[in-house]
C-alpha cells in the first residue's frame, strides 16, 4: 500500500521562485493536513482541508496556499519562496479528526530557498 | 496558549529502560499521543492514551499520564537499537469547527547505544 505520497521529496528554490508540492493519499481518507517541521520546534500546521473542495488555515498560513481539487490529492503552493520557508514539509491525512485522531504522514519534502 | 514541551535528547545504554517526558497546557486534551519518526521517514503513530486513564501498556511501551500536573510520558523497556529515533508528543486541541488538530512537541532524539 503507498498510503501517503509526497513529490518532490527534495527541492531547491531560489528567492521569489513559485511551487507546488504535491500530497496524494490512497486511503480514502477525508482530512488531509501539510505541517512544516524545523529544527528545535514541534511540527506547525500551515492548512488543512476536512473533505473535497475544502480548505483551512493552520497556524502558519502566511506564505502559502492550498486547494483540495480531489479528494486524493492536496497541493500546497510557495507563490514567491522566501529563505525562511526552508523546512520540511509532511502532508498526512486522517480518516476522522474526532476520534483517536492518528494520523498517517508522507515522508516530507525537504525544501531548501537560497 | 496550547504549548507541548519535552527535552530534546536521551541516550540510553542498550537493554536499559528509557523515560521520555513531555508536558501539554491544553486541560481540554482528551486524547495524547506519541509518534516516532526513524530517519528520513514521516511520523509514525506509536501509541496513545485517552484522558481519562492514567496508565496504558502495550508490550515494552508503558504510558503514564499525570493529569493533574499535565505530565505525560513514554516508558520502553529492555531498549533496543532499532528504537532510535525521534519521538513526538502531542495532544489534542480543536479547530474551529469542532474539528480536532494535533499540536506537537519538538521532538526527543532517543540515541541507544551498546
Known amino acids: 500500500n503507498a498510503g501517503v505520497t509526497q513529490t518532490p521529496k527534495f527541492r531547491v528554490l531560489k528567492t521569489g521562485q513559485s511551487m507546488t508540492l504535491l500530497c496524494a493519499q490512497d486511503m480514502n481518507h477525508e482530512y488531509m493536513y501539510w505541517y512544516r517541521q524545523d529544527p528545535g520546534m514541534g511540527l506547525r500546521l500551515i492548512h488543512y482541508s476536512v473533505g473535497e473542495g475544502t480548505t483551512a488555515k493552520g497556524e502558519v498560513p502566511d506564505g502559502y496556499n492550498v486547494s483540495r481539487l480531489k479528494k486524493q490529492n492536496f497541493l500546497l503552493g510557495l507563490e514567491s519562496a522566501a529563505p525562511s520557508q526552508t523546512s520540511v514539509y509532511f502532508c498526512?491525512?486522517?480518516?476522522?479528526?474526532?476520534?483517536?485522531?492518528?494520523?498517517?504522514f508522507g515522508e516530507g519534502s525537504r525544501l531548501t530557498v537560497l | 496558549g496550547e504549548d507541548v514541551e519535552q527535552s530534546l535528547f536521551l541516550s540510553v545504554r542498550e537493554g536499559d529502560s528509557s523515560v521520555i517526558n513531555c508536558t501539554y497546557t491544553d486541560s481540554s486534551s482528551t486524547y495524547l499521543y506519541w509518534y516516532k519518526q526513524e530517519p528520513g521517514a514521516g511520523l509514525q503513530l506509536l501509541t496513545y492514551?485517552?484522558?481519562?486513564?492514567d496508565m496504558k501498556q502495550d508490550q515494552r511501551l508503558t504510558v503514564l499520564l499525570n493529569k493533574k500536573d499535565k505530565h505525560l510520558s513514554l516508558r520502553i523497556a529492555d531498549t533496543q537499537t532499532g528504537d532510535s529515533a525521534i519521538y513526538f508528543c502531542a495532544e489534542s486541541s480543536l479547530l474551529s469547527g469542532g474539528y480536532n488538530k494535533l499540536i506537537f512537541g519538538a521532538g526527543t532524539r532517543l540515541a541507544v547505544h551498546p
Open positions: 498526512a491525512s486522517s480518516w476522522t479528526s474526532r476520534t483517536t485522531g492518528e494520523l498517517f
Open positions: 492514551i485517552f484522558s481519562n486513564m
